[in-house]
């Protein structure tokens, strides 16, 4: 009798882990790369960084965070911190409809390849439409670091969450 | 016996603990919407500007079909081709340190936006024109005119063209200029184009679907301008990106004001595809001014943004 009370018990438990385990949100970053923040906040002290495809899981999203912020845990589980909501998707089949792609380590940057409004197709078009893009390019290669935004943001009295005005 | 019972009543609790605190999710409903609630809810006050801030809110989270379904990455490669399209009227202006001051600044308010990050980010460019002009592409891509940088007297008016562009950006705009015809079409082809990647003829479907996609959303925001209520929204996104960064919300009725008798009826730049700057000054006045709660900057502060900004943009 004792004996399989006791089984029963450990069923129970067993099913509540496995129930929590289940319930732990998958999320994907659909951005090229994301840090991970040691507080919410884009001026946080960076812990790590998240490339596009990354699996995260949520840890949390405490109800006095700034708006966006969440705990997560990275792919490798170790790496624990924030992140915002605007660069993660809970919809992982949006990424592999939209794109398959490749990472890169070597650049950090993401190799697009084949599906979707992706590399092939702006290759495309832009051959035909002769299109320049040589602007663009520069425009996304402007070089500001993140640190340069944080400092120039102090200098004026602002802030990413309110400040001077 | 009794030990035993006790025991399993004590698991049988504890177990119930952990499955009750195990289904009750962490989040749920996660969306820019939700986002766009609460940053704007918090902003905005109670007051009757909540109500249109409520209404700016719903309008991020009820997209368009195309806006809610086409991928980050996707929305990359639109607002790129975009921008190419926009260079091709308007060629770039070639000043480093002004385009770099742009990006400070653009960046640093993107974060204060609903929508903090893109597939690449936010970058900005300067346009060699002097009609008075600016162009929020998706994704991020932010295009202003020289014509209309002039109109600025100070960083902080500066702050709130850029706060006005991020916010189609960051409220989908560029996409819900698609057709649902259009984007009916787009998704065949990519769903064709998915399940036979290697086809030559699939990719040039898809390339001309592609390419109505960019004419679609092209043609809107250089010819015919988005709707009333679009404007307004970025306009009242901006006022909120103004106020939470820290810039004085006020500063984007002034560039109106200044841009109110520079505009030629019949242009074709922001006189073509804006609302009259009087009805939009008439419906931000009142919700710049509830929201000046922030500690006022100092003096050193002020002549810092002041000297950067005349540094910077002084000779465009």
């Given at each position: 009798?004792?004996?399989?009370?006791?089984?029963?018990?450990?069923l129970?438990?067993?099913?509540?882990?496995?129930a929590?385990?289940?319930?732990?949100?998958?999320?994907?970053?659909t951005?090229?790369?994301?840090d991970?923040?040691?507080?919410?906040?884009?001026?946080?002290k960076?812990?790590?960084?998240?490339?596009?495809g990354?699996?995260?899981?949520?840890?949390?999203?405490?109800?006095?965070?700034?708006?966006?912020?969440?705990?997560?845990?990275g792919?490798d589980?170790?790496?624990?911190?924030?992140?915002?909501?605007?660069?993660?998707?809970?919809?992982?089949?949006?990424?592999?409809?939209?794109?398959?792609?490749?990472?890169?380590?070597?650049?950090?940057?993401?190799?697009?390849?084949?599906?979707?409004?992706?590399?092939?197709?702006?290759?495309?078009?832009?051959?035909?439409?002769?299109?320049?893009?040589?602007?663009?390019?520069?425009?996304?290669?402007?070089?500001?670091t993140?640190q340069?935004?944080?400092?120039?943001?102090a200098q004026?009295?602002?802030?990413?969450?309110?400040?001077?005005? | 016996?009794?030990?035993?019972?006790r025991?399993?009543?004590?698991?049988?609790?504890?177990?119930?603990?952990?499955?009750?605190?195990?289904?009750?999710s962490?989040?749920?409903?996660?969306?820019?919407?939700?986002i766009?609630?609460?940053?704007?809810?918090?902003?905005?006050?109670?007051?009757?500007?909540?109500?249109?801030?409520d209404?700016?809110?719903?309008?991020?989270?009820?997209?368009?079909?195309?806006?809610?379904?086409?991928?980050p990455?996707?929305?990359?490669?639109?607002?790129?081709?975009?921008a190419a399209?926009?260079?091709?009227v308007?060629?770039p202006?070639d000043?480093?340190?002004a385009?770099e001051?742009?990006?400070?600044?653009?960046?640093?308010?993107?974060?204060?936006?609903?929508?903090?990050?893109t597939f690449?980010?936010?970058h900005?460019?300067?346009?060699?024109?002097?009609?008075?002009?600016?162009?929020?592409?998706?994704?991020?891509?932010?295009?202003?005119?020289?014509?209309?940088?002039?109109?600025?007297?100070?960083?902080?008016?500066?702050?709130?063209?850029?706060?006005?562009?991020?916010?189609?950006v960051?409220?989908?705009?560029?996409l819900?200029?698609?057709?649902?015809?259009?984007?009916?079409?787009?998704?065949?082809?990519?769903?064709?184009?998915?399940?036979?990647?290697?086809?030559?003829?699939?990719?040039?479907?898809?390339?001309?679907?592609f390419?109505?996609?960019?004419?679609?959303?092209?043609?809107?925001?250089?010819?015919?301008?988005?709707?009333?209520?679009?404007?307004?929204?970025?306009?009242?996104?901006?006022?909120?990106?103004?106020?939470?960064?820290?810039?004085?919300?006020?500063?984007?009725?002034?560039?109106?004001?200044?841009?109110?008798p520079?505009?030629?009826?019949?242009?074709?730049?922001?006189?073509?595809?804006?609302?009259?700057?009087?009805?939009?000054?008439?419906s931000?006045t009142?919700a710049?001014q509830?929201?000046?709660?922030?500690?006022?900057?100092?003096?050193?502060?002020?002549?810092?943004?002041?000297?950067?900004?005349?540094?910077?943009?002084?000779k465009?």
């Open positions: 009798m004792r004996h399989t009370l006791r089984f029963s018990a450990l129970l438990l067993l099913a509540a882990a496995a929590g385990a289940a319930d732990q949100k998958q999320m994907t970053v951005v090229q790369q994301t991970v923040r040691a507080t919410a906040g884009y001026l946080a960076s812990l790590g960084t998240l490339v596009y990354d699996k995260v899981t949520l840890l949390d999203q405490p109800a006095n965070a700034p708006r966006g912020w969440v705990k997560v845990l792919p589980k170790k790496l624990q911190g924030w992140v915002n909501l605007s660069a993660l998707t809970a919809k992982d089949a949006q990424l592999t409809a939209g794109g398959n792609v490749k990472k890169s380590a070597s650049s950090g940057d993401v190799a697009l390849a084949g599906k979707g409004f992706s590399s092939d197709v702006e290759a495309q078009y832009k051959q035909d439409q002769k299109l320049d893009y040589t602007w663009v390019d520069k425009m996304q290669a402007f070089p500001v993140p340069q935004v944080a400092a120039f943001l004026g009295g602002l802030s990413e969450q309110g400040g001077a005005q | 016996m009794k030990r035993a019972l025991t399993v009543r004590i698991v049988l609790v504890a177990g119930l603990v952990l499955t009750t605190a195990a289904c009750s962490l989040l749920r409903g996660i969306s820019v919407g939700n766009a609630d609460t940053a704007i809810g918090a902003a905005a006050g109670n007051t009757e500007d909540q109500a249109k801030m209404q700016l809110s719903k309008a991020g989270a009820a997209l368009s079909t195309a806006a809610e379904e086409i991928t990455e996707q929305e990359y490669y639109i607002g790129r081709a975009v399209t926009v260079l091709r308007y060629k202006w000043g480093p340190a385009n001051y742009l990006n400070r600044l653009g960046r640093g308010l993107a974060l204060a936006s609903i929508l903090p990050e690449s980010g936010y900005f460019l300067i346009m060699d024109t002097d009609d008075i002009n600016a162009f929020g592409a998706p994704s991020g891509f932010v295009l202003v005119s020289r014509g209309l940088l002039r109109l600025a007297a100070s960083e902080d008016e500066v702050a709130a063209i850029l706060a006005h562009e991020i916010g189609h960051s409220l989908k705009h560029g819900k200029a698609i057709s649902v015809g259009r984007w009916t079409e787009a998704t065949k082809q990519l769903a064709l184009f998915g399940a036979a990647n290697s086809d030559s003829a699939v990719l040039r479907n898809l390339t001309n679907s390419g109505d996609v960019i004419g679609d959303i092209a043609k809107t925001m250089i010819t015919s301008g988005y709707s009333r209520d679009l404007e307004r929204d970025a306009d009242l996104e901006a006022v909120r990106i103004l106020h939470d960064v820290g810039y004085d919300p006020g500063a984007l009725v002034r560039v109106l004001k200044a841009m109110e520079k505009l030629k009826p019949g242009g074709k730049d922001f006189a073509k595809t804006h609302p009259d700057p009087a009805t939009r000054i008439a931000l009142t710049a509830k929201l000046t709660t922030v500690p006022p900057a100092t003096a050193a502060q002020l002549k810092a943004r002041q000297a950067r900004w005349q540094a910077a943009l002084g465009t």
